[in-house]
């Protein structure tokens, strides 16, 4: 042994030997200092939610976000509110309503962007629409006139009923009008009222000639005022908004309500679904440490002498944390679940070793003594080894892991101070016994033993492995989608991806800045013809094409529209017709429907006709069912009411909207709202110009198209899909780099410490082989890189050096194969991976899916590692052993 190990081997049994005798000063002052620095850590460290913000702000693509965010601030931080409900008057109104209360709102809000109730668009809504479909609401509003003037005279069932009726005739007669939507939506209030729904009657869908749809959404920006002081910095202005929803009458599964998304409520659900998987994670890991524990010690004192040193451990890393960093993220949240798989495993190595060495015929200081000085070596040498590996990625541009790699490989050192200075101070109190080899042990010594026999086994499945693999690498995906990091159950999330699923309005689109209003149309022009481009939106387009013409129709519209209006006491008229009244005026409708379809059953509204003529017998059948009852007569008469309400409660207000519609007159950009010019112009003078995709770009192949594709003519262009697909290459850069210094950084490490290049390479051969498998682990469960899980490359880099180091270490010390794989440290390299794959584990459970991948590519890995280790690494250092001339 030279003088430099011997040194080494006296240093760190002195270091044992001096905690074991001054354990009690030892214990107060590793508690006193956890104490304050547990209470340093609840006062001071935060938690920042930005997942962009994990980048470093020299990197291109974060630089033009950072430029387009200055420009127009209130596209920063932002609610998305998606109102739904049955009819566009409703969403419409609801949406106006709960803007005014946004507005008002000013301790939890401070912007609120509701385009579609702007009065100016209100007004000059019609101009934006093309020639063809103006013409069409034109035609349409032209046959709905004489009904629309009728039912204004008299807003009740009975004449509504009375002028379909007549319209009925006219087409049986032979007259051509365009009723088909009008019955169909009839029909649908009906079914529904039948039901015990209501499902009123949208009379701007008619006189716009379209279908009615079973639902209409409308979207609200809504600027929070974020509390960084607290944890969840958007909690109150969230809460803010479903109470007064409540009030409203929203609800998740009434005819009307109202999501919250946007990347606020994205990064808030995302904050709370790391930190409950953490949390959650991290008591299940603690649990199944201990039965882990139980299984490799059956001793309450080493199984309390352990935890108690994984926790203290595990809050003074949290104090390093917060004063090294500051602040975790939605990475470097994990890392307690990490060390609390990594952490334990030092321990447990002493534990067995000084559990092995303990003999009943010698002092237990003596064991102690062997201990420390044998295990105090390997330890630091993983330790540092493993520092290194985390070490490796501070230098990267992608924060967030830099951040987790400081707290990591930090804590892997406080975890062998830990261990060598707390952990013997403990035996004063939970001594280490000595006791028979448990039959476990010795089941698992047989099941280890078994590669020995099968060597040519092991070196074909190995070299047959790697070939697979490597064929496997150029197969491996990255996940550029960050919805995919979050809880797929939460509101935002699945509300997120249903608009991105509509393409006409996607949260997702591509920004391009320019500094000249004159360079717009050419870039414009360029990006319209892209395939991958939906549509593109500009300052041009606030101004439209073609408005005297557009004027004329509207000015046309206007004439045959003509005066109408409603009084507030109109539909007091209901009340005036008895329930006789109004059945016998459905009852003949019913029969005009089904005297039109009986003689024209070609005709092109017959199947329309068909459907609303089994709608009326159904409801007059129904109405029936009360005639025997004691309040018959009030319950029909009641459901008559509520019918009325459903067809014609919408039309005074929509008629009031088109009236306002009919009035307006061309414009230019003069006459444009300071509340729309800046969504588009900044107040620096830059220009926007939004992108939108012709896919969902949801999916990855699709973003990519569809960015490579804007980014081919406005290199500088910004926005989520950019920020996606750009981090996540850097992020695989970073850890190409990362990694490959981390691997330089450990081979050196391994050389000085070893001082052996054959040592140094059975230590790697494993390592590299278990990095090799679990990529191709990926390609084969389909799981993909994300930017969470892929921390997983450096975590089984550190795990893999610790447990090769250790068998090469102990092989070294003269233990031959068969003998190896029996002694304490094989089973120290067992239950540490157990422990830490039953940590690793515990994450997959986690709501947050980022978190839960990683659990599961940790877990995959780690299963490899123990076979690389446990398996193929003895089979090599028994092939070592007979090339040295050592007996097998």
């Not at 002195?14 to 905690?19: C, E, N, R």
């Not at 009839?186 to 008619?206: C, E, F, H, K, N």
């Not at 005297?595 to 709608?615: C, D, F, I, M, T």
């Not at 406005?714 to 970073?734: F, H, K, Q, R």
Request: charged share 15%; glycine share 6%.
């Amino acid at each position: 042994m030279s003088s430099s190990q011997s040194f080494s081997v006296r240093f760190f049994s002195h270091w044992a030997i001096f905690s074991y005798r001054y354990a009690v000063w030892i214990i107060l002052l590793i508690l006193a200092l956890t104490t304050f620095s547990t209470l340093y850590t609840a006062e001071n460290l935060g938690v920042h939610t930005d997942t962009t913000d994990m980048l470093s702000e020299e990197v291109p693509f974060r630089a033009n976000h950072i430029r387009y965010i200055q420009s127009f601030p209130q596209h920063e931080d932002t609610l998305l509110l998606a109102l739904n409900a049955p009819t566009p008057e409703q969403v419409h109104e609801a949406a106006k309503a709960f803007t005014a209360f946004l507005n008002n709102d000013h301790p939890h809000f401070s912007g609120i962007y509701y385009l579609a109730g702007e009065p100016f668009l209100e007004k000059n809504g019609l101009f934006f629409k093309d020639l063809d479909e103006l013409t069409r609401i034109s035609d349409y509003l032209a046959a709905a006139q004489p009904l629309i003037a009728r039912i204004a005279e008299s807003p009740t069932l009975y004449t509504f009923s009375a002028v379909l009726t007549d319209a009925a005739e006219e087409l049986r007669k032979g007259r051509k009008l365009d009723l088909e939507s009008v019955f169909s939506a009839v029909s649908a209030t009906l079914d529904a009222r039948i039901a015990g729904q209501s499902r009123a009657l949208s009379w701007q869908a008619l006189l716009g000639g379209e279908a009615q749809k079973s639902t209409y959404q409308e979207l609200i920006i809504a600027k929070p005022k974020l509390d960084y002081s607290q944890i969840f910095a958007a909690e109150e202005p969230i809460a803010a908004i479903r109470s007064e929803a409540e009030k409203m009458g929203f609800a998740p599964d009434a005819i009307k309500n109202l999501r919250i998304t946007g990347e606020v409520a994205l990064a808030h659900d995302e904050l709370n679904s790391a930190m409950h998987g953490a949390q959650d994670a991290g008591l299940l890991a603690l649990v199944l440490v201990a039965v882990v524990l139980l299984l490799a010690f059956r001793s309450a004192g080493a199984i309390v002498t352990v935890m108690i040193a994984l926790i203290l451990g595990l809050l003074l890393t949290a104090a390093f944390a917060t004063v090294a960093v500051g602040h975790l993220n939605l990475i470097s949240i994990a890392f307690a679940v990490l060390y609390i798989g990594l952490g334990v495993d030092y321990a447990i190595h002493f534990l067995l070793r000084l559990e092995e060495l303990r003999d009943p015929e010698q002092s237990f200081s003596e064991a102690l003594n062997h201990t420390g000085g044998d295990m105090g070596q390997s330890l630091l040498a993983c330790a540092i080894t493993t520092a290194i590996g985390f070490y490796a990625f501070m230098p990267t541009t992608y924060r967030g892991v830099a951040e987790l790699g400081l707290i990591s490989g930090t804590g892997m050192l406080i975890s062998f101070l830990i261990t060598m200075t707390l952990i013997p101070a403990l035996q004063r109190i939970f001594p280490v016994k000595t006791r028979k080899l448990p039959d476990s042990a010795q089941s698992i010594n047989h099941v280890l033993d078994l590669p020995r026999h099968s060597r040519k086994l092991v070196y074909f499945l190995t070299v047959a492995a790697i070939a697979a693999s490597i064929l496997a690498l150029p197969k491996i995906r990255f996940d550029y989608n960050l919805l995919n990091l979050n809880n797929p159950r939460a509101e935002s999330v699945q509300t997120f991806q249903e608009l991105l699923g509509s393409t006409e309005d996607s949260p997702w689109h591509i920004n391009i800045l320019v500094n000249d209003s004159e360079e717009i149309e050419p870039i414009v022009k360029r990006v319209s013809v892209l395939p991958e481009v939906k549509s593109v939106i500009s300052m041009l387009d606030l101004v439209p094409q073609q408005q005297e013409e557009k004027s004329l129709l509207i000015e046309e519209m206007a004439m045959i529209l003509g005066p109408v209006s409603f009084s507030p006491t109109a539909f007091l008229i209901a009340d005036h017709y008895t329930v006789a009244e109004q059945r016998g005026a459905l009852d003949r409708l019913r029969i005009a429907l089904e005297r039109l379809v009986g003689e024209q059953p070609e005709h092109a509204v017959a199947n329309s006709a068909r459907k609303l003529q089994a709608s009326l017998a159904n409801l007059l059948l129904h109405l029936e069912k009360f005639s025997n009852a004691s309040d018959g007569g009030d319950t029909k008469a009641r459901m008559l009411r509520a019918l009325n309400d459903d067809l014609l409660s919408l039309l005074p207000g929509s008629i009031q909207r088109l009236q306002l519609a009919l009035s307006a007159q061309p414009f230019g950009e003069d006459a444009l709202p300071v509340s729309i010019k800046e969504l588009w112009q900044g107040s620096d003078g830059v220009y926007r110009i939004a992108v939108y995709p012709q896919e969902n770009i949801n999916d990855n192949d699709a973003l990519r198209r569809f960015v490579r594709a804007v980014q081919e003519i406005a290199p500088s262009a910004t926005g989520i899909p950019v920020i996606s697909l750009e981090a996540g290459e850097a992020v695989v850069d970073a850890f190409i780099h990362a990694f490959t210094l981390a691997l330089l950084g450990v081979v050196v490490a391994l050389w000085i410490m070893l001082r052996s290049i054959a040592s140094t390479a059975l230590v790697l051969i494993p390592l590299l082989l278990s990095a090799l498998f679990t990529c191709a682990g990926t390609v084969l469960l389909d799981l993909p890189f994300n930017f969470a899980n892929i921390i997983a490359l450096p975590l089984l880099l550190g795990i893999g050096i610790d447990s090769s180091l250790h068998m090469v270490h102990r092989s070294r010390s003269g233990v031959v194969y068969e003998s190896l794989l029996h002694t304490s440290t094989a089973r120290a390299i067992f239950y540490s991976a157990l422990t830490t794959l039953v940590g690793f584990g515990s994450l997959v459970f986690s709501m947050h899916q980022g978190t839960s991948s990683m659990g599961l590519l940790l877990t995959i890995g780690l299963l490899i590692t123990i076979v690389c280790v446990l398996i193929i690494l003895p089979v090599l250092l028994q092939s070592a052993d007979k090339q040295q001339g050592n007996p097998a």
